[in-house]
């Protein structure tokens, strides 16, 4: 019980934060001391900034600041980074303060725009600023949900340009995840948005136990009877679970044994339903969480991977469901699923499926019948009725709001999914469970950094409904526990800015506020605050380093002469020798450059070391493989489509024989590369003699050498340093020691002053840099000041090739297309093929959509040439490879047929297609013909049907 003191003091506070009074009577949970602090900063009319673990209830202070807008007859924008967390913030608000109160608007939905209160996307929000849109007038609140987003490499930008267009007069309620430097976030929004109220909370509501599961077995990560595993900073593994580790490995050095414990789930009783009570929980611990399954059939595997069942099972009969499965992998999470269904896995009653069953069937009543099976319908509705499900950015959007509506609802006790449901989508389980430490990220697979450990593992334990969550890593070969604890003990995520100008926002920054104001205002972004910031330490450091070089100066003289002199001889006798070994390097490169230029379409190839090792046949040059630079594409002998460059090999390539490609050969078709590696090992025997090379003289194989002048060089020096007079001190390495000592610390010293010069003003630079190249292509004046009116078009195109489709639509490229054909070239405009995949030319829909690609990437090749001059990141080529697609399904074909021979999953191609939509409702507004403005309306209508439109709200 309060004392009276404590009670005086709360009083005074609801006298004096009246608004907070009155929604705190609502909120079914007493306020925590953060979301209080924050909540009374708004009130106060402050901005503020709250940065707090997953499922800590930052939410509130945004949902305050729409209950204060209603209450003082202002205007509330709650803006999200993606269209599935502004549906479903739309829903909470809907609910919470009635539908004609609050609207929503994302690229494709548009409900109730000028109520009070509206949910929106980010870049929604981004293009009423620029467009000065009266919806605007009264707008008091900018709730930036997510802004932890502002780091996304692709969009992150948008949130900056939000922040710094908004009015001075509209409080920004920033809310984030837990970051290191929310301090510096904080003290930049200050700078720019006024007085800004940073509250910091690291502490979960619901504690976080951290977990491993060896086999079928459960151990608690830290030691000290778990007290690490709330706090996250143990000092030490649990030694129970190291010797279970060690014991596996010594009973079987293979890491395998006979695991335990066969799935279970076929005995008439409910399972997952609630979970063990408080008292059993404390019960678990005290017994060191290890929760063992009984002996049964089982497959042999590696320790650390059971099967997912196998998870499902032993977290079931633990009481830690539901759980969400973080699977890598989209082919991952559907086979999860289909493992489940093999083994007859079942986790609700009978009854509840039934009911989910017909639910769905209800749902899905506005997808064509033959389109499902190709959705994969049958294996996604049997696993909802037997309580478990995949989630990933493949499915279809209607079938991912399934999930998400049953799940949260707690209908469904498993979810298997990709790190994607991390971000934002009110998901909470009590368990998560992370497979690998080990993820791709774009580019590579890499080690989960602490920032995505914490996000994915931030969804276990559901407020006012567990009393803890559970995080659990799977064990295996390549998991070491004490990584493991080491990312659930970091609390470092710093936030970086991925800012920087582009041709669409220049353009609107100078029409709305100058040159000169526009790049003043780019200087005030984030990403420039955190350069000078950083600068600051660097100037710091030159001024160091100085005093540093003078002292090493003085230890390195020598009484018998100049020994700077001397160790100039030495560094220049050293560059010589490396500049000798690469240019042996770089002849040996040329030479097997010159080898692969030389091949031919259908030749047999040996590849002796590297990655890419083994036999291949070219395939460059036929069948709409084309060539990029200087690769070569091949298929290997397992049926790969590949390319390799010189830089792939150490040597060349050796010729063993040639095959005919067949006519017919389709490099996109799977079988089709298995049949021609078939025809490769049968007709072409796998032998390596000194065999033909094209351009190579078999009778030597010596490497390439040098010419005489780098040798003379090299002895010159040599005999120089011989005779100078420093080289006999019996000092001399001594001396030496301290003169490489300065000459590092003058490199380093020198890329410190060249850091700082570079990074000073470095956004505006950028941005002056976009202007000249505007204005060379007549977008702005010739002195960049005022936007001309082929930069009026390109003011409404928004994403990462806005100067090509601007350029495109004042060039008339596009003019003489039908809806259908817009669509094609739509679709090259925004697909992006995987990293690494070959350039293969599809064939194109019509010789029109052929002649619209060709001009395309000519004026792509010519934007190309110009970012080069004026020193600009390089836009993307425009890719083909799903212009046949978006043309078939504008023209009325089924989603089989679009699908056919494409590796494109339905949810990618319905996101693909979402894409499509936008692109042309851009096209409709900026085109400055009216005939193209009517062909891209009319394209958006054939676009939006069967499964694209499935998920639309309005």
């Given amino acids: 019980m309060s004392s009276p003191s404590e009670r005086y003091a709360a009083a005074r ?57 209603l209450a003082t007859g202002r205007k509330c924008f709650y ?47 981004r293009n009423m600023l620029y467009a000065d849109s009266p919806t605007l007038a009264g707008l008091g609140f900018t709730v930036m949900d997510e802004v932890h987003y502002l780091a996304d490499r692709m969009r992150g930008a948008v949130w900056e340009e939000v922040i710094l267009h908004l009015p001075q007069d509209v409080q920004v309620i920033s809310l984030s995840a837990t970051v290191s430097n929310a301090e510096e976030f904080g003290a930049w929004l200050d700078q720019v948005r006024g007085t800004t109220e940073v509250v910091v909370s690291e502490v979960r509501p619901v504690p976080l136990w951290q977990h491993m599961m060896v086999g079928t077995e459960l151990f608690d990560l830290f030691g000290e009877g778990g007290a690490g595993a709330r706090a996250g900073r143990s000092r030490g593994v649990n030694p129970e679970l190291m010797a279970r580790l ?44 290890r929760f063992e399954q009984p002996a049964g059939e089982g497959s042999r595997r590696p320790v650390g991977t059971p099967s997912r069942a196998q998870v499902v099972s032993t977290l079931d ?146 407020r006012g409904i567990d009393v803890e969550g559970h995080a659990v890593v799977l064990a295996g070969p390549r998991v070491d526990p004490l990584q493991v604890a080491g990312l659930a003990s970091t609390r470092t995520y710093p936030l970086r800015s991925s800012f920087r100008p582009s041709a669409n926002m220049a353009v609107n920054l100078v029409d709305r506020m100058g040159r000169d104001e526009a790049r003043h205002l780019l200087e005030e972004s984030f990403a420039q605050f955190q350069a000078d910031r950083a600068m600051a330490g660097h ?46 390097g770089a002849a040996k490169r040329a030479h097997v450059q010159r080898v692969l230029e030389e091949l031919s379409v259908g030749d047999v190839i040996r590849v002796g070391s590297g990655w890419k090792a083994g036999r291949a046949v070219v395939i460059t040059g036929t069948h709409g493989v084309s060539k990029r630079h200087d690769d070569v594409a091949v298929v290997n002998d397992s049926g790969r489509l590949r390319t390799m460059t010189a830089d792939d090999l150490t040597e060349p390539p050796v010729v063993q024989g040639s095959i005919a490609i067949p ?106 840099r976009i202007c000249s190249m505007l204005a060379e292509w007549g977008y702005l004046s010739e002195d960049g000041q005022e936007v001309t009116d082929a930069g009026r078009t390109l003011q409404r195109i928004y994403g990462e090739k806005d100067l090509l489709v601007a350029e495109c639509l004042r060039q008339g490229v596009w003019r003489g297309l039908d809806a259908s054909e ?57 890719d083909a490879g799903i212009a046949w697609m978006m043309h078939r399904w504008a023209a009325g074909a089924r989603l089989e047929v679009v699908l056919r021979d494409s590796e494109l999953s339905a949810g990618d191609f319905v996101r693909r297609a979402k894409q499509v939509v936008d692109l042309l409702g851009q096209i409709e507004k900026a085109a400055p013909h009216p005939a193209v403005q009517g062909t891209a309306r009319k394209a958006m209508g054939l676009m939006l049907r069967g499964v694209v439109a499935t998920d639309r709200l309005d």
């Fill in 13 to 69: 506070r609801r006298s004096r934060f009246t608004h907070l009074a009155e929604f705190t009577m609502h909120h079914p949970f007493e306020l925590d001391d953060f979301q209080q602090v924050a909540c009374e900063a708004v009130e106060e009319g402050k901005g503020a900034l709250v940065a707090a673990p997953t499922g800590a209830g930052k939410t509130v202070v945004g949902e305050f600041a729409v209950h204060l807008a």
């Fill in 539 to 584: 100037s710091h450091a030159v001024e160091r380093n100085e005093e540093a070089m003078a002292g090493y100066a003085e230890a390195m003289s020598c009484h018998l002469g100049d020994f700077a002199e001397y160790a100039e001889l030495r560094h220049q006798l050293t560059q010589a020798e490396k500049d000798a070994a690469k240019q042996r």
């Fill in 79 to 125: 803006t999200t980074p993606i269209k599935a967390l502004s549906n479903q913030k739309y829903h909470d608000l809907a609910e919470a303060y009635g539908e004609a109160n609050v609207g929503l608007l994302t690229g494709d939905s548009s409900v109730n725009g000028h109520a009070p209160v509206v949910v929106m996307t980010t870049e929604v929000l």
């Fill in 822 to 878: 817009l669509a094609a070239v739509a679709g090259i405009v925004i697909h992006e093929s995987r990293r690494g995949e070959v350039d293969v030319q599809p064939a194109m829909p019509t010789t029109r959509v052929q002649r619209a690609h060709e001009l395309m990437l000519d004026l792509w090749s010519r934007i190309e040439d110009s970012e080069i001059e004026h020193d600009l990141p390089v836009t993307a080529q425009p």
């Fill in 246 to 289: 060690r014991s596996a490995r010594a009973a079987d050095t293979g890491w395998h044994r006979e695991d335990a414990g066969a799935p279970r789930g076929r005995r008439g009783r409910k399972r997952g339903r609630g979970g063990p009570s408080a008292r059993e929980q404390r019960r678990g611990h005290a017994a060191g969480h």
């Fill in 317 to 462: 009969d633990a009481g830690l469901l539901p759980a969400i499965v973080f699977i890598f992998s989209r082919n991952g999470c559907d086979g999860a699923v289909r493992q489940l269904l093999a083994t007859d896995t079942r986790l609700i009653d009978t009854a509840e499926g039934e009911r989910i069953h017909h639910e769905v069937e209800r749902r899905v009543l506005s997808v064509a019948p033959e389109d499902l099976g190709v959705l994969g319908y049958h294996d996604f509705v049997e696993g909802l009725t037997r309580g478990f499900a995949a989630h990933h950015a493949g499915m279809l959007p209607l079938f991912r709001e399934i999930v998400e509506e049953l799940f949260a609802a707690g209908r469904i006790q498993a979810v298997f999914a990709t790190e994607t449901l991390a971000l934002g989508v009110n998901m909470p389980a009590r368990t998560t469970v992370i497979e690998k430490m080990v993820k791709y990220n774009g580019e590579t697979h890499a080690d989960l950094t602490p920032a995505e450990y914490t996000q994915l593992t931030g969804r276990a334990g559901r």
């Fill in 663 to 768: 006519p017919r050969f389709n490099p996109r078709k799977p079988k089709d590369r298995k049949d021609l590696a078939a025809t490769m090992r049968a007709k072409v025997p796998d032998t390596d003699p000194p065999a033909r090379r094209r351009g190579q003289d078999t009778t030597g194989t010596d490497e390439p050498g040098l010419g005489g002048a780098a040798g003379e060089r090299i002895d010159s020096l040599r005999a120089a340093l011989r005779r100078h007079p420093c080289h006999a001190c019996p000092d001399r390495e001594e001396h030496a020691r301290w003169a490489v000592r300065l000459q590092q610390l003058k490199r380093e010293t020198s890329g410190l002053r060249r850091k700082v010069a570079r990074r000073t003003h470095t956004i505006s630079r950028t941005f002056d």
